[in-house]
C-alpha cells in the first residue's frame, strides 16, 4: 500500500494520456473461460502498451448490456499491480503507464469519487475472492452506466452477491479517522479498550479496516485486528504497572481521496488502482491510583502526645495485591504496613507521636516482596494527639452599641505548651494559655467598629523554644458577628 505522496509515474504515451480524458474503455473476459471461477495469471507485455489479465475474482455470464463474452469481475495483474476496471463497455485492460487521481474519478462528482476511492483503496490489497468480486461491481453501480444496470438487472448476478454489492456501495466513504476508549483502571484490573473507526460525516466505518494497538503500563489480548460492521475493534487491556498508562491505536486506512488509473491504449479499458493510505493514529493517558487510606487517631486525653492510629485501606475487586505502608516522613521509616488482596479491606493500627507527618504508600505485591516501585498517595497527614486547641469570642449587643468583651480559649489536656495572641485596637496581647482547661483574654473593644483577630502558637517545651505549629487565626468583627 502507498502513503499519499506527491509522484507521478512517467507516461509512456503522451497521445494516450489525452485519449484517456475523452474516451470511455471496458473490458470482456474470452468465453473459453468457466463461469464463477477465480482466474490468477500475470499481464503481458507487448510493445509499449501492456495488456492485463485476470488476477482474483469472479467470471459472470453474458447479458442484457453486455451480450457478447463473459464478464470478469475482481481483480486484474498489470506490472505487479492490481485494479478493478471502472467502466463496462470496453473490452482487454491496457496501459503504457498511470496517472495519480486526486480528489476525483474523470466523470464523477466528488462524493462518489470518494466511495469509488474508499473501495478500490480497501479491497485492492483483498486476496478474497468474494469481497474483490463485490468490489468490482460495486465501483460499475456507482459508475452508473446504463448498459451496466441493463446488465445488473438481467439476473446474472446472484442475489446474495448484489446484497454485499449494495452493502459496499452505502457504507460510509472516508476520510477516516481513528479514536481509542477505555476505562481507567487500577493495577491488576482489566478493561475493554475499543478502537473506533469513523469516515465522512463522523459515521461508522466499514467493517473490515486494519487497526493496530499498543500500550504502555499494561498488556493487549489482541494488538491488531479489523473492525466490525460499526467501525469498531475491541480488545481487553490489564494494567500492570503503578505508573502512567497509554494505549494507542493506529491505522493506514483506505484513501477517499487517491488512486492510481492506467493511461489505456485507445478502445481498451482503464484500471484503477488502489494503493493508497491515509495514516491515522490516537492515544489516550491515564494515572489512576488508589483512593487514599482512612486514618482514625483516638486520642481524647492527654496519652502523653501519642496517639493511636488505625489506617484503613480497600483494594477493589480484580485490582493486584499490594503492600501499603505508612511511613515517618521526617525519620524515613516505616511505621507500620498491611498486605491487601483485590476486593478486600485491611486495617493497620500503630502508636504514633504526635505532630508526626505521615506518608501513605503502596506498592505490587507478589510472593513476599514488592514488583513496583513505591507510589505515594494522597499528602502527609499530620498527627495531631490530643486535638488543637478551640477559641470562642463573646460579642456583646447593647441598644445603640456592641462589643468584644473576651477571648476564651480552650486547651485539651496534653504535653504541648499554647500560647495565645490577641491583637486588638492596634496592641497586641500573647497569654500563656492551661493545659486542660480554659484561659479569658479580657478586652475592651466597644463600638460597631470593634474588630480583633486571634489565633494560637504551639510549643514542645515550657521556654517556648521549639516551636510546633501556629494554629489558624480568627478575624472578628463585632458588627458582622
Given at each position: 500500500m502507498r502513503k499519499l505522496a506527491p509522484y507521478l509515474r512517467r507516461v509512456f504515451t503522451p497521445v494516450l494520456a489525452v485519449a484517456l480524458l475523452f474516451t470511455a474503455i471496458g473490458y470482456s473476459q474470452p468465453a473459453t473461460a468457466a463461469t464463477g471461477t477465480a482466474v490468477k495469471a500475470f499481464a503481458t507485455r507487448t510493445t509499449g502498451i501492456e495488456f492485463a489479465r485476470p488476477y482474483l475474482g469472479t467470471i459472470y455470464p453474458a447479458g442484457a448490456g453486455h451480450t457478447t463474452g463473459t464478464v470478469f469481475v475482481g481483480l486484474w495483474s498489470w506490472r505487479n499491480e492490481l485494479g478493478f476496471c471502472i467502466d463496462f463497455t470496453r473490452h482487454n485492460p491496457s496501459g503504457s503507464g498511470t496517472v495519480i487521481l486526486n480528489g476525483a474519478v474523470p466523470g464523477m462528482t466528488a462524493a462518489v469519487s470518494a466511495k469509488i476511492f474508499s473501495i478500490v483503496n480497501q479491497y485492492g490489497h483483498s486476496r478474497?475472492?468474494?469481497?474483490?468480486?463485490?468490489?468490482?461491481?460495486?465501483?460499475?453501480?456507482?459508475?452508473?452506466?446504463?448498459?451496466?444496470?441493463?446488465?445488473?438487472?438481467?439476473?446474472?448476478?446472484?442475489?446474495?452477491?448484489?446484497?454485499?454489492?449494495?452493502?459496499?456501495?452505502?457504507?460510509?466513504?472516508?476520510?477516516?479517522?481513528?479514536?481509542?476508549?477505555?476505562?481507567?483502571?487500577?493495577?491488576?484490573?482489566?478493561?475493554?479498550?475499543m478502537a473506533t473507526v469513523t469516515g465522512a460525516g463522523n459515521k461508522s466505518a466499514p467493517a473490515g479496516l486494519q487497526v493496530n494497538l499498543a500500550a504502555v503500563g499494561g498488556t493487549l489480548l489482541r494488538a491488531a485486528g479489523v473492525?466490525?460492521?460499526?467501525?469498531?475493534?475491541a480488545t481487553t487491556f490489564t494494567r500492570t504497572s503503578v505508573g502512567a498508562v497509554t494505549i494507542?491505536?493506529?491505522?493506514?486506512?483506505?484513501?477517499?481521496?487517491?488512486a492510481l488509473l492506467t493511461i489505456a491504449a485507445p478502445g481498451t479499458q482503464r484500471l484503477l488502482v488502489g494503493e493508497?493510505?491515509?495514516?491515522?493514529?490516537?492515544?489516550?493517558?491515564?494515572?489512576?491510583?488508589?483512593?487514599?487510606?482512612?486514618a482514625t487517631t483516638a486520642c481524647t486525653t492527654n496519652c502523653d502526645g501519642v496517639a493511636t492510629v488505625s489506617f484503613q485501606?480497600?483494594?477493589?475487586?480484580?485490582?493486584?495485591?499490594?503492600?501499603?505502608?505508612?511511613?515517618?516522613?521526617?525519620?524515613?521509616?516505616?511505621?507500620?504496613?498491611?498486605?491487601?488482596?483485590?476486593?478486600?479491606?485491611?486495617?493497620?493500627?500503630?502508636?504514633?507521636?504526635?505532630?508526626?507527618?505521615?506518608?501513605?504508600?503502596?506498592?505490587?505485591?507478589?510472593?513476599?516482596?514488592?514488583?513496583?516501585?513505591?507510589?505515594?498517595?494522597?499528602?502527609?497527614?499530620?498527627?495531631?494527639?490530643?486535638?488543637w486547641a478551640s477559641m470562642d469570642v463573646p460579642v456583646h449587643f447593647g441598644c445603640n452599641t456592641c462589643s468584644l468583651g473576651s477571648v476564651t480559649f480552650t486547651v485539651p489536656a496534653s504535653t504541648r505548651f499554647y500560647v495565645g495572641v490577641v491583637t486588638y485596637n492596634g496592641k497586641t496581647v500573647t497569654t500563656n494559655l492551661v493545659a486542660g482547661g480554659t484561659t479569658v483574654v479580657p478586652l475592651a473593644v466597644a463600638g460597631p467598629s470593634a474588630?480583633?483577630?486571634?489565633?494560637?502558637?504551639?510549643?514542645?517545651?515550657?521556654a517556648h523554644a521549639h516551636q510546633i505549629k501556629v494554629g489558624p487565626s480568627w478575624n472578628i468583627n463585632a458588627a458582622t458577628s
Amino acid at each position: 500500500m502507498r502513503k499519499l505522496a506527491p509522484y507521478l509515474r512517467r507516461v509512456f504515451t503522451p497521445v494516450l494520456a489525452v485519449a484517456l480524458l475523452f474516451t470511455a474503455i471496458g473490458y470482456s473476459q474470452p468465453a473459453t473461460a468457466a463461469t464463477g471461477t477465480a482466474v490468477k495469471a500475470f499481464a503481458t507485455r507487448t510493445t509499449g502498451i501492456e495488456f492485463a489479465r485476470p488476477y482474483l475474482g469472479t467470471i459472470y455470464p453474458a447479458g442484457a448490456g453486455h451480450t457478447t463474452g463473459t464478464v470478469f469481475v475482481g481483480l486484474w495483474s498489470w506490472r505487479n499491480e492490481l485494479g478493478f476496471c471502472i467502466d463496462f463497455t470496453r473490452h482487454n485492460p491496457s496501459g503504457s503507464g498511470t496517472v495519480i487521481l486526486n480528489g476525483a474519478v474523470p466523470g464523477m462528482t466528488a462524493a462518489v469519487s470518494a466511495k469509488i476511492f474508499s473501495i478500490v483503496n480497501q479491497y485492492g490489497h483483498s486476496r478474497n475472492k468474494t469481497e474483490v468480486t463485490a468490489a468490482g461491481l460495486a465501483v460499475w453501480k456507482l459508475r452508473n452506466e446504463p448498459q451496466f444496470t441493463a446488465y445488473w438487472n438481467s439476473h446474472k448476478i446472484p442475489q446474495a452477491m448484489m446484497n454485499l454489492v449494495a452493502t459496499m456501495v452505502a457504507q460510509t466513504p472516508g476520510p477516516f479517522k481513528v479514536s481509542v476508549a477505555s476505562t481507567p483502571v487500577l493495577p491488576g484490573q482489566k478493561s475493554i479498550v475499543m478502537a473506533t473507526v469513523t469516515g465522512a460525516g463522523n459515521k461508522s466505518a466499514p467493517a473490515g479496516l486494519q487497526v493496530n494497538l499498543a500500550a504502555v503500563g499494561g498488556t493487549l489480548l489482541r494488538a491488531a485486528g479489523v473492525t466490525n460492521a460499526r467501525g469498531q475493534f475491541a480488545t481487553t487491556f490489564t494494567r500492570t504497572s503503578v505508573g502512567a498508562v497509554t494505549i494507542s491505536v493506529a491505522g493506514k486506512l483506505p484513501s477517499a481521496t487517491h488512486a492510481l488509473l492506467t493511461i489505456a491504449a485507445p478502445g481498451t479499458q482503464r484500471l484503477l488502482v488502489g494503493e493508497f493510505t491515509q495514516p491515522e493514529s490516537a492515544k489516550i493517558s491515564y494515572n489512576k491510583q488508589f483512593a487514599t487510606p482512612t486514618a482514625t487517631t483516638a486520642c481524647t486525653t492527654n496519652c502523653d502526645g501519642v496517639a493511636t492510629v488505625s489506617f484503613q485501606v480497600c483494594n477493589p475487586a480484580g485490582a493486584a495485591t499490594t503492600r501499603w505502608s505508612w511511613t515517618n516522613v521526617a525519620t524515613k521509616k516505616s511505621l507500620v504496613a498491611v498486605i491487601v488482596t483485590g476486593g478486600t479491606c485491611k486495617t493497620a493500627t500503630a502508636l504514633i507521636p504526635d505532630t508526626t507527618k505521615v506518608q501513605s504508600s503502596y506498592c505490587l505485591y507478589v510472593s513476599g516482596k514488592c514488583t513496583s516501585a513505591e507510589v505515594n498517595v494522597g499528602s502527609p497527614a499530620e498527627i495531631v494527639c490530643p486535638p488543637w486547641a478551640s477559641m470562642d469570642v463573646p460579642v456583646h449587643f447593647g441598644c445603640n452599641t456592641c462589643s468584644l468583651g473576651s477571648v476564651t480559649f480552650t486547651v485539651p489536656a496534653s504535653t504541648r505548651f499554647y500560647v495565645g495572641v490577641v491583637t486588638y485596637n492596634g496592641k497586641t496581647v500573647t497569654t500563656n494559655l492551661v493545659a486542660g482547661g480554659t484561659t479569658v483574654v479580657p478586652l475592651a473593644v466597644a463600638g460597631p467598629s470593634a474588630t480583633l483577630t486571634a489565633h494560637f502558637v504551639v510549643y514542645s517545651d515550657a521556654a517556648h523554644a521549639h516551636q510546633i505549629k501556629v494554629g489558624p487565626s480568627w478575624n472578628i468583627n463585632a458588627a458582622t458577628s
